[in-house]
């Protein structure tokens, strides 16, 4: 499993979990080179301020971000002025 804070050209930055779904469940899911040429992972981002799941993909392993979800600058700047929970006093 991967746990990383990232951060993506023109978008804010998150954590990011990410796993092969093989890992996560060996019954429901084989290993993608059982049934496909590509390595398959879900991607969990996380938002950083709350740690609430705000996405979940399941793609190929080189695909880029699927940025359905995004926080807007005003939510960002609010976000920076509160902190963190573990930044608060």
């Known amino acids: 499993m991967l ?22 469940d060996p019954v429901r899911y084989p290993p993608s080179a059982a049934f496909c040429d590509d390595n398959l992972v879900i991607r969990q981002w996380i938002c950083p301020g709350c740690a609430q799941l705000l996405i979940t993909e399941f793609v190929r392993a080189d695909d880029p ?4 979800v995004r ?16 930044e608060r006093p």
Do not use: K, N
């Open 65 to 68: 971000p699927a940025w359905d």
């Open 71 to 86: 926080l807007s600058d005003r939510a960002l700047g609010q976000l920076a002025v509160q902190g963190t929970p573990g």
């Open 3 to 24: 746990v990383e804070r990232v951060a993506v050209a023109d978008a804010p930055p998150f954590a990011l979990i990410e796993t092969s779904p093989h890992r996560l």
